[in-house]
């Protein structure tokens, strides 16, 4: 009896600093989560679809029907929050779509906080510390992710599974 030659898998070594960015991301994303969840609690009515105005004061006739925007808004608000956790999983197992896709996440976050710090656009959500600070952390996002050991890590284990 032949006994089959076992497969083994080579483990390409996870380096510490994209551990730490991997778990900043999911983090980031579970504090994101847990602050819309409570936005959508705090919404006056929870009823997504239709919701009746009893106010005859408004103007609007008794029966008249509206669609409750502000409950779509805080889905829609909510599943964007879902994105850094599923990166920060992808970069946890070292898959090159998540280093990508974060790339493009990181960047399109830096540029739009970098003008409004520096007063180009108008961004009254938050403070231009606050904006320096979310620029200043996806750029070094952005440096560890162009590094060439981590590119090389990410490579080998492309080319390893």
């Not at 502000?70 to 956790?85: E, R």
């Not at 620029?135 to 490579?155: D, E, K, M, N, Y």
Request: with cysteine; proline share 6%.
């Amino acid at each position: 009896m032949v006994n089959p030659i076992p497969i083994v898998k080579r483990s390409v070594k996870r380096p510490l600093i994209i551990m730490g960015l991997s778990m900043g991301m999911t983090g980031f994303s579970l504090i994101l989560i847990y602050l819309r969840l409570q936005n959508l609690r705090s919404l006056p009515s929870l009823n997504p679809f239709i919701e009746t105005i009893h106010n005859q004061q408004s103007g609007i006739p008794l029966e008249e029907v509206t669609v409750n925007v502000a409950f779509f808004f805080n889905i829609a608000v909510l599943t964007t929050s879902l994105v850094p956790l599923i990166l920060g999983i992808g970069l946890w197992n070292l898959y090159p779509w998540a280093r990508a896709i974060s790339m493009c996440l990181l960047t399109s976050i830096l540029f739009p906080n970098l003008l409004a710090a520096i007063g180009i656009v108008s961004d009254r959500g938050a403070t231009v510390g606050a904006n320096l600070a979310i620029s200043l952390a996806c750029a070094i996002g952005l440096a560890i992710l162009f590094h060439p050991q981590i590119v090389a890590t990410f490579r080998k284990k492309r080319n390893i599974t």
